[in-house]
Each structure stands twice: as structure tokens, then as C-alpha cells.
């Protein structure tokens, strides 16, 4: 679109569909991701991410999503031609506030369902353990977690191998 803007420059007539269309998608790309963008004096326009040129005249540069070990393989956003892989830093728009959520909210929803899941599994297994089963053995844990990770790890017990082991009484 930067292209066919750029060309019909020494036209008569102004491309006003590709300036409405451009516009149009620089405010959906503004929105998604923040991006910068500055007309030139051939009505092509130089759009900035991060601080890193995302298009200028006919050329575009390109972005893609990559597994990012240091944050539990969930995906970053890194520019396509950089060794590094390093991640873009989204200072607005929707892809920022997602990730946002992901790595700051959501983790600390998860650090409070863990503790809830880690207390209620902490009284059961101690009313368990302070009785006997039908057997007149000791109780033992009814349920067991991963520490750090008690939401998604919370189960019974596999020792409890037999339903008469699941009645503590003291």
C-alpha cells in the first residue's frame, strides 16, 4: 500500500482510497501494538515498533513469536531478523495489555490459588493424620501437590490404596 501511495505521487490525482485504507490500518496496527508513524513528503509512511522500523517505503520488516525459556516457554514477540531473539517491549495497545495479564496478573492469580489450594490441603491432610483409618493405622495425607505449582498439581493421594484408609477417626 506504502508502494502504490509512493507512485501515484506524480499523478494528477490524489489516492485518496489507499490514504483512507492506510490510515484505517495504521490506527488497527495502533491499537494492537502502539506503533509510531510518520508521513514523508512522498505521502509513504515510516512506521516504528519499539523503536525499530516495521515498514519504510515498500519495505516491511517482520515479526515473529517464539517459545521464551526464561518465562516457562510462553511465547515473545521478537523481530525475525534478530540473532537474539530478544523480546519487544510493548509499551501499549492490546498485545501489551495480553501480555500484561499473562505475565503479571496471571501469575499472581496462580501465587494466590496455590496458597488457597496449599491451606486447604494443609488442614485436610492434618485432620487426616490425626486420626486412624478403619485398620487402626495412622492416617496419612488424603491429598498431595507439587510445591509451586499446588493448582494444577492438587490430587488424592496415590497411597491411599484402599477406601478403608480414607476414614481417619480419632
Given at each position: ?58 519495505r516491511s520488516f517482520t515479526l515473529e513469536a517464539t517459545p521464551d525459556m526464561t518465562n516457562g516457554g510462553m511465547v515473545k514477540i521478537n523481530w525475525a531478523d534478530d540473532p537474539a531473539k530478544t523480546a519487544l517491549k ?81
Amino acid at each position: 500500500l506504502n508502494a502504490e501511495i509512493g507512485r501515484s505521487q506524480g499523478s494528477q490525482t490524489q489516492p485518496n482510497a489507499q490514504l483512507d485504507e492506510r490510515d484505517r490500518l495504521l490506527d488497527q496496527l495502533s491499537q494492537m501494538v502502539g506503533i509510531t508513524s510518520h508521513v514523508q513528503d512522498n505521502n509513504q509512511v515510516l512506521v516504528s515498533l519499539d523503536g525499530h522500523a516495521l515498514v519504510i517505503g515498500n519495505r516491511s520488516f517482520t515479526l515473529e513469536a517464539t517459545p521464551d525459556m526464561t518465562n516457562g516457554g510462553m511465547v515473545k514477540i521478537n523481530w525475525a531478523d534478530d540473532p537474539a531473539k530478544t523480546a519487544l517491549k510493548f509499551r501499549s495497545g492490546e498485545v501489551s495489555g495480553i501480555l500484561y495479564t499473562r505475565d503479571v496478573v496471571m501469575g499472581d492469580q496462580m501465587t494466590q490459588l496455590n496458597t488457597t489450594v496449599t491451606s486447604l490441603m494443609n488442614r485436610v491432610n492434618a485432620i487426616q493424620r490425626s486420626g486412624f483409618d478403619l485398620d487402626g493405622n495412622a492416617g496419612i495425607d488424603l491429598f498431595t501437590a507439587v510445591a509451586g505449582q499446588e493448582a494444577l498439581s492438587f490430587a488424592v493421594n496415590p497411597a491411599l490404596t484402599s477406601s478403608r484408609m480414607l476414614a481417619a477417626a480419632t
